[in-house]
């Protein structure tokens, strides 16, 4: 077994989204996917500008994932250019109210392949209580519930 400390201690101070983003395809290539994973995890704490541990720092780390997962499926640099358009419109909070309420969107089942549940707009609502309706709260839990996830996991995850 290689000892890839060192690698892991560059990922965990890595401030270059284009260092983790090659991170992550080496990972990928050569089958480490501890390391992939390790640098994916980095690269969506990093590229948001909002302070972590708010609403937005939580979508906009969803939305970093989504990107870069997109960016893999498709081989060429995808961006949620329609979400990111419709945030400008109505603001983060408003759109994942809008996700709760609505059927699931593409992103919900590609994270849920991913085995990320903690990174769905539904997982951002149930973190962020104060900020949605008693309604919107109980969608997001339902679908969540209904997707098989343990709704207790994905809010330690994501304090994580």
Known sequence: MT???KLFAFIARC???????????????QNEQALADAAF????TIAPAANP?????????????????RTEYNGKT???SRTRQKVAKV???ALLAEWARSKPTTGFEM???????DLTGEAIVLRHPDRFTEA?????TDRLVAAGVEVAGILELGAA
Not at 15 to 29: F, Q, V, W
Not at 59 to 65: I, L, M, N
Not at 136 to 140: K, N
């Open 15 to 29: 401030e270059s989204p284009a260092d983790l983003k090659e991170m992550i395809r080496k990972g990928r290539l």
């Open 53 to 69: 541990g708010t609403l937005e720092h939580d979508f906009w780390r969803t939305v970093a994932a989504f990107e870069q997962l």
């Open 136 to 140: 919107e709260r109980a969608a997001a």
């Open 111 to 117: 994270l849920l392949e991913m085995r990320r549940p």
């Open 3 to 5: 000892d890839h400390s």
């Open 41 to 44: 995890n980095r690269l969506i």
């Open 91 to 93: 603001g983060e909070q």
């Open 78 to 80: 995808t961006l949620l």
